[in-house]
């Protein structure tokens, strides 16, 4: 019995501790899903700026409040772009009050660049956002592009995908309609 209480208590503060934890994933974490790798504690993100499109620098920490998909990408990776008009499906379907896509061009693509880009695949509703000297990149320990951090309302990465994903399959839509609806906000 008292093992049994203990195991509650533990799995109760580990929720707590793991926001992604306390939803739950495991069962949506199939197809391209699979891929996400759950951190088994929350890794706290660096206080690195980055550019947005009006030339001011922003901090991954003033998305706080809400779940966040952060997609590190650029303009010359063939999967990103394949990428893109899923994720901006996702932002208009889900974006909100608990939920939202932010993309990051890293690398040496001007914001210039990463608005033809845009408009050529006809993608309005993301952010234009650059890192222009990779700094944030390489802060969070980006080796390749695309790649998907999954952060928590509470500002800590607790889950990665590294490569591309099918952002419109069932699992991903599952995955994330279950962060969207998330209300505990941590």
């Not at 010359?76 to 889900?94: F, G, H, K, N, V």
Request: glycine share 6%.
């Amino acid at each position: 019995m008292l093992k049994r209480l203990a195991w509650i208590l533990y799995t109760g503060l580990a929720a707590f501790a793991n926001p992604a934890a306390a939803l739950d994933l495991a069962p949506l974490l199939t197809g391209d899903m699979a891929k996400l790798v759950a951190h088994s504690a929350p890794k706290p993100l660096p206080e690195v700026p980055f550019q947005t499109a009006d030339g001011t620098s922003a901090l991954l920490s003033d998305y706080q409040g809400k779940w966040v998909l952060l997609n590190l990408w650029a303009t010359w990776c063939a999967p990103c772009r394949a990428e893109m008009p899923m994720l901006s499906a996702l932002q208009t379907t889900y974006g909100g009050e608990t939920f939202e896509v932010i993309t990051i061009a890293t690398g040496r693509d001007s914001p210039a660049k990463v608005a033809r880009f845009m408009d050529s695949i006809a993608v309005t509703n993301l952010p234009r956002h650059t890192d222009p000297n990779q700094k944030l990149a390489r802060s969070l320990g980006i080796l390749g592009l695309p790649v998907v951090l999954l952060i928590a309302p509470d500002g800590s990465e607790v889950a990665r995908l590294t490569g591309p994903a099918k952002w419109d399959a069932p699992e991903a839509l599952a995955l994330v309609d279950a962060l969207a609806r998330d209300t505990t906000q941590n």
